[in-house]
């Protein structure tokens, strides 16, 4: 089974201040993704990326950035947080872009206050 | 419309009782993964299919791309199918869309 490590599992932040959430994959999956749970949207996808110095736009990046410095490490950067950023944020990650299975993380339930 | 609708909202089963969800897509789909999400908040995988029918216990799923639909049957069933399930579908252009999930609550 995949490994997908998400930390911190939990996080309090205040507005404007600076939150990384940070996400490991130890199967050496090319893809990789962000995606934000809430309720009435199901799972909205952030960023993605296809490896290691890429990142990509998904449906809602707006307020993100995201890196991917390694193989094995994507980020997921809110550089100056807002209340409505307030989530459940999960990563993931995947063999490749075209009928792929993707495994979660636990994910990280973020509070902006 | 959704490109992923999933139904029904939210389904209560009694222990023992056998019942399906649904999800349509409005258009053609590559692929099809279902998803629980239990009362801990892990998504659990369920099945990834990219055609046909594929069986795991008491769980069973179908895809049917040029239908433009996917089915999760639970059968018997148990007071730990209980949680929240999603539907994720895979097209040509994009990621991996969610449908808004179906809760599934089982008593006793």
């Known amino acids: 089974e995949a490994a997908v490590t998400q930390s911190p599992r939990n996080k309090v932040a205040v507005t404007g201040g600076k939150v990384t959430l940070s996400c490991n994959q130890t199967?050496?999956?090319?893809?990789m993704y962000w995606y934000r749970q809430d309720t009435g949207h199901g799972l909205r996808l952030i960023h993605y990326?296809?490896?290691?110095?890429?990142?990509e736009k998904g449906d809602i990046p707006d307020g993100y950035k995201a890196s991917r410095p390694s193989q094995e490490n994507f980020s997921l950067i809110l550089e100056l947080a807002t209340p409505s950023q307030t989530s459940v944020y999960f990563c993931?990650?995947?063999?490749?872009?075209?009928?792929?299975?993707?495994?979660f993380g636990h994910g990280t339930k973020l509070s902006v206050l | 419309g959704m490109p992923v609708e999933q139904n029904p909202p939210a389904l209560s089963l009694y222990e023992g009782a056998d019942s399906g969800l649904r999800c349509n897509f409005s258009?053609?789909?590559?692929?099809v993964q279902w998803f629980q999400q239990n009362h801990r908040g892990r998504l659990i995988t369920l099945f990834y299919?990219?055609?046909g029918t594929k069986e795991n216990g008491r769980l069973k799923s179908t895809f049917n791309s040029k239908e433009r639909y996917s089915t999760l049957h639970i059968k018997d069933a148990q007071l730990e199918d209980s949680g929240t399930y999603f539907c994720?579908?895979?097209?040509?252009?994009?990621?991996?869309?969610f449908g808004l999930g179906t809760r599934v609550s089982v008593f006793p």
């Open positions: 199967n050496n999956h090319n893809n």
């Open positions: 993931a990650s995947g063999e490749a872009f075209s009928n792929e299975r993707l495994f």
């Open positions: 990326s296809y490896g290691a110095g890429s990142t």
């Open positions: 299919l990219a055609q």
């Open positions: 258009t053609t789909m590559k692929s």
């Open positions: 994720a579908a895979h097209n040509y252009a994009q990621g991996l869309t």
